[in-house]
């Protein structure tokens, strides 16, 4: 049997499909392969790469993932994993049940989810950095290199597709959740990181979250069944501040020691958890 970083991906070939020519994968010893010839190898590294050709994206480095997976570990996002996993448990899974995390960044969500949920848990990022950092220290989670806009699964194979903070492909959604599975997407409200905003918001043109309609634009491709909202507010210490601003979508494009982030004392995760069904056909 192979290592075990690579055998977990080797036993989800059967979710997958060649994300060049649309044909099932399969297992090789190493790697997964279609029957084009199209063959994609298993990192040593515990992770799936199938965009081999991917360079670093722009902004997110392996630095940034670094911030963040150590803001996660502090604990400032507890509570929107702990209802995350309570929208989980609302939904009845099976006992074999498969979650994709679309957009996982350095997987803290989802090693959350799966500590709690198991099943078959798989992250996908187009950012190596961002899967390579989320493989670190095993698990059983599974870890994947690809495009939201070109996914490599199995139509209708997954019972759910958790969309935290990032954008989303709801013809790709559609395509790979099962008839009953749901989409969990997790949306800013609008307290979120408001210090922070507060902090930057000379060099901000608007300094308050707005509203894009994004459960208004959901709503046009899938049924929306429910929405929740979870905030929690906590104290900032030295260390982390520059963490924080590093990492925060708020302060792209902006040098962190421009901010006097000494007077940063707290941070609020304020967030809108919607769930959502496919369309029936």
Not at 41 to 70: H, M, T, V
Request: charged letters at 20%; glycine letters at 8%; one cysteine or more.
């Amino acid at each position: 049997m192979a290592r075990p970083g690579i055998q977990k991906h080797l036993d989800i070939a059967r979710l997958l499909r060649c994300p060049l020519c649309g044909e099932p994968l399969h297992a090789t010893a190493c790697s997964v392969r279609c029957t084009r010839g199209h063959d994609f190898a298993i990192s040593s590294k515990g992770f799936l790469n199938l965009i081999p050709q991917q360079g670093a994206l722009k902004g997110y480095d392996e630095a940034f993932f670094a911030s963040r997976q150590r803001v996660m570990e502090a604990g400032y996002y507890r509570a929107l994993n702990e209802a995350l996993i309570h929208a989980l448990e609302d939904l009845n899974l099976s006992e074999n049940h498969v979650i994709i995390d679309a957009g996982c960044g350095e997987g803290s969500h989802l090693k959350a989810v799966a500590s709690r949920l198991g099943g078959t848990c798989i992250g996908i990022d187009i950012a190596k950095d961002a899967v390579r950092c989320a493989a670190r220290g095993g698990g059983a989670e599974r870890w994947l290199v690809a495009d939201l806009a070109n996914m490599p699964m199995q139509d209708h194979s997954v019972d759910v597709i958790l969309n935290v903070f990032t954008p989303a492909n709801y013809a790709e959604f559609q395509r790979v959740l099962k008839p009953n599975g749901a989409l969990v997407k997790v949306v800013p409200a609008p307290g979120h990181m408001h210090e922070l905003r507060q902090l930057a918001g000379c060099n901000l043109s608007h300094v308050d979250v707005q509203d894009h309609g994004v459960a208004e634009h959901l709503t046009r491709h899938m049924d929306l069944a429910g929405r929740t909202r979870t905030t929690q507010t906590s104290a900032v210490t030295r260390e982390l501040a520059r963490d924080l601003a590093r990492m925060s979508p708020v302060t792209f494009g902006m040098d962190a020691h421009s901010l006097d982030l000494d007077v940063l004392t707290h941070i609020t995760v304020d967030a809108e958890i919607l769930t959502a069904r496919p369309l029936k056909q």
